[in-house]
Nanobody, 119 residues
């Protein structure tokens, strides 16, 4: 059993910063791509991804403001969010591709953490 637990969400005024964390625990034999997605009312959109080697990808709307990172030794991913805007308000979800003891890869999601940016 694998769990992803997010933390770090909250309420912040526009221009402020937050750092989200995503800790993976359980029967983990490798973690591939980790990502952050967000969902305002409507569909869930990609925010950023990072490979196990550290290659990153960002949505255009967050480039230059958000930074994704990971600590492979701690099985934890991070999303540093700076210069936050009211339109960044959403529930943020962590996502990870995780390999089990049979070398099968599965995709897991965290429970989500609310980020609210006031104007």
């Amino acid at each position: 059993q694998v769990h992803l637990v997010e933390s770090g969400g909250g309420l912040v005024t526009a221009g402020g910063s937050l750092r989200l964390s995503c800790a993976a625990s359980g029967s983990i034999f490798g973690i591939g791509v980790m990502g952050w997605y967000r969902q305002a009312p409507g569909k869930r959109d990609l925010v950023a991804t990072i490979t196990s080697g550290g290659n990153t990808n960002y949505a255009d709307s967050v480039k230059g403001r958000f930074t994704i990172s990971r600590d492979n030794a701690k099985n934890t991913g991070y999303l540093q969010m700076n210069s936050l805007k009211p339109e960044d308000t959403a529930v943020y979800y962590c996502n990870a591709n995780i390999r089990d003891h049979t070398s099968t890869w599965y995709t897991y999601w965290g429970q989500g953490t609310q980020v609210t940016v006031s104007s």
